[in-house]
């Protein structure tokens, strides 16, 4: 680096030969402002190429999820009954509020990427709070989701004991929250610590992740609250909960019932039959979807199950926990750079000039929200 | 004009007193440095150190077929020793050998750029290298890995062997390359200098950023399976496994859906570096450099659409074989199309027999027969036969060893000097490389012929028919070990005793060679000089500074920026 100086002394007389670099300023700030990085020119060039590196990252993004996608079709063309047969066991509800959700926070982040390129500093940092509260509460929804699917025994396919005795007190929804609770707790309390000891910055860093993360708790209330009405698969689950002792009846005689099946469908028969007995208590739930539901599984249950004999809906409950649980990963990573967003924008450090970040987290998250539009048909809209 | 060959001896001459390499010292300053050509650095120890290590697990392989029978290795741990040996050169030495290490180093160079455009993703992706090597080097010494490279399910769920670990390493190794390939990307469209339009690279960009497309593209795809792979054996998803309703071909699907687009991120910078070998070390514009860009782009498209020719005798319907087969022979087409560029540059160049000059006509003649024994393997008829033989094996070290591995050596001597700053001893280049190219000749091309004869792939005993294919395959790798060794020699000799290498030492165009050698932290001390990269009267050889250096006029203006008519003044 010292060597242009030597350099430039020979140099001067035939200045108009080269330019000679002088990095001897270089540790010093780039005149675009202090996050410009050395080997950019401009903070344009900078924020064109942190751009274009994300949506890269995107399609890198969507090819990952490509091969579940694959997956899905080959499944589901292979076997039909097993979709048309489980996917009843998903809340249409939950799922929809879900997407509802996600849409709503998909806006609230890009109001914030608008914050922070007019250098609104509050609004911006209301909106990433806001954006963070409905990733948690999706993510409480579907904690409660998973968990009562655990609880009957709905597992992928080779842990998969639906309509077997289930183990007595299993914690699964204490032990799936254990997280959040330490989370929101420790934040709640360090940001009472700075408030106490007049920190100001991390006392509100912390008070907006605890706000952030109550929202799961929020999550496991409109859950817990969606059942009580009468609603689609999930309430009907609860029924067949309640009666899970004669399943296990049921069970052993379905290849029998089975024979019935094309019959026995329209016309109710069969109380312990454990597939038209879901689709009954999905019928009478929602009597609107009850014509739809109908037509498709009465056609493929004649064709299909006296063949594959005790139809283990675990091959389609594998796709969806890896599916869904790929995609609630995501939504953590999600959680996690938005919290870094957070502290940026507490910070103070964007501005006109330099608000990339935040953008780029918007690409993301808006990303992992097209993910689950695409899921949610797919896997809880079956006809 | 005295101060102008001053200022060049300054510019274009030996190392200034500060280059990459000292401008600062300690463990630390290697370990979290920012600077591409210092992680190009790094990455270059850790790929020849792997190469090493499954190069050592090669010719054991080799000496174990020695005789037909068993020698010193059970069959079990023949089939541990051939899936490392493949796994090690497949994803961690091959697929980052050119662009993660040379490239690295070069490409932000040759654009006259300080630095790729995300130097922290760029020592993140390298760290991502150590981590999924870390987990390879543990799938070795915990109940060696023993599926073949290719991880085939349902034996891959059933064995005992380290899968998770391996797959684990696997999806790390997976991530590190995409970060590669983003950040060439982006640094390809963003910083480019004004004045350098995309028909005005060196064609090693464009190989390198075809290169990246792929690594963007299909890794995702390796890493989900890989995934998958793992979460069926921990959980037992019944995706792939038949005993839960899973369709072991899918795997397969999936895997030639990365692996063999990641043939062409093997192959197409090795492409990539011979275009500037054979130009340069020739002096003569590259014929058809059109052609060779957009030849290198067609590759990278075409290979996503040729997968299924890995599974002409795994269940297919005959109508996807035979668009699969189709498919396979349009790749001939661009790859035909370079290989006749670089000999039509060949024709009437002024040809030095420089070390990298050696290896890159080992290239074409080896490349040669490598993509041509390609085709009777993508034709159905032909390829029944010779499925699952050691002609599959012969043809792909042809192209992977006797193309990539060849012209990772060639652009290695050919950029050593600029790496370093030292000339290397050329006879005993020179040495390394003919021994090098006899040596492998003699190891694979028995191979096509006891292949073609019905040996199959990954036997530990064979028929004795076959001993004397196999007993002069053994000879002709331990002729490559030494010709490797040679070459080794030679590069780490230079470092003690070589000379100072100039700026230019080579009479090339491209920009990385208007630098000093070794570059200074921040590549260019001055203004660059963008000239065509392919032109040779641009250059000229300066007798105080020991190398070339850009033809410059005196009355040139400043921040001379595009500079295409070369002027003939001294």
Known sequence: ?383 | MSTIAKQKEKLFGHAPEENFLTESKGWASWLFTLDHKRIGIMYLIGVMSAFTLAGILALILRMELFIPGEMFLSNQNYNRMFTLHGAIMVFVFIIPSIPAALGNFILPIMLGAKDVAFPRLNLASFYLWMGGTFFFILSMLFNALDTGWTFYTPYSIQTSSAVIAATTGVFILGFSSIFTGLNFIVTVNTMRPPGMTWFKMPLLLWALYSTAIIQVLATPVLAITGLLLMAERILGLGIFDPALGGDPVLFQHFFWFYSHPAVYIMILPAMGVISELISVHSQKKIFGYEFIAYSSIAIALLGFLVWGHHMFTSGQSEMVILIFSALTFSVAIPSAVKVFNWVATLYKGSITLTTPMCYALSFIFLFGIGGLTGLPLGTLSTDVHLHDTYFVVAHFHYVMVGGTLIAFLGGLFHWWPKMFGRMYNEKGGQLGALIVFIGFNLTFFPQFIMGSRGMPRRYAKYDPEFQIFHQISTIGAITLGIGLAIAGYVLLMSLYRGKRAPGNPWAASTLEFQCSSPPTFHNFEHDIILNDPYDFESIEYDERVGGYVPVLEPAEEPKSVPQPEPVETT
């Open chain 1, 1 to 383: 680096m010292t060597t242009a100086d030597s350099v430039d002394e020979s140099n001067h007389g035939h200045q108009n030969e080269f330019h000679i670099h002088d990095h001897s300023h270089d540790h010093e700030e780039h005149p675009d402002g202090p996050f410009i990085a050395h080997h950019f020119e401009t903070a344009e060039q900078q924020f064109d190429s942190g751009k274009l590196g994300m949506w890269l990252f995107l399609v890198q993004e969507i090819l990952f999820f490509s091969g579940l996608f694959v997956a899905y079709i080959i499944y589901r063309n292979h076997n039909p009954e097993i979709f048309e047969a489980a996917h009843v066991h998903l809340d249409k509800w939950l799922g929809g509020l879900n997407t509802i959700i996600l849409l709503f926070s998909s806006l609230t982040m890009a109001w914030a990427v608008r914050c922070s390129q007019l250098e609104q500093y509050l609004g911006c940092i209301i909106n990433i709070v806001i954006t963070m509260v409905c990733a948690n509460i999706f993510l409480g929804v579907k904690a409660i989701e998973y968990t009562h699917k655990w609880e009957l025994g709905l597992f992928w396919a080779d842990a998969y004991t639906y309509g077997l005795p289930q183990p007595e007190n299993q914690n699964y929804l204490l032990w799936l929250s254990l997280p959040f609770i330490v989370i929101t707790l420790l934040s709640a309390g360090l940001a009472t610590f700075y408030r106490v000891t007049e920190n100001d910055f991390w006392a509100k860093f912390f008070l907006c992740i605890a706000i952030s993360f109550l929202g799961y708790f929020i999550g496991l209330g409109i859950a817990w609250a969606v059942p009580a009405q009468e609603h689609g698969g999930h309430s009907s689950d609860h029924a067949v909960h309640g009666s899970d002792h004669g399943h296990a009846d049921g069970e052993k005689h379905e290849a029998d019932d089975h024979s019935g099946d094309s019959s026995g469908e329209k016309s109710h028969e069969g109380e312990s039959h454990d597939k038209s007995d879901e689709n009954h208590s999905a019928k009478t739930a929602v009597p609107s979807e009850s014509v739809d539901t109908q037509a498709g599984p009465s056609v493929d249950e004649s064709t299909v199950d006296e063949a594959s004999g005790e139809v283990n809906m675990g091959g389609f409950f594998s796709i969806y926990y890896i599916m869904t649980g790929l995609h609630a990963i995501h939504i953590l990573a999600g959680i996690v750079a938005l919290t870094w967003l957070l502290y940026r924008t507490l910070d103070r450090q964007f501005r006109k000039n330099y608000f990339g970040p935040v953008e780029n987290v918007g690409l993301y998250w808006h990303l992992v929200d097209l993910i689950w539009i695409y899921l949610f048909p797919m896997m809880y809209l079956i006809h």
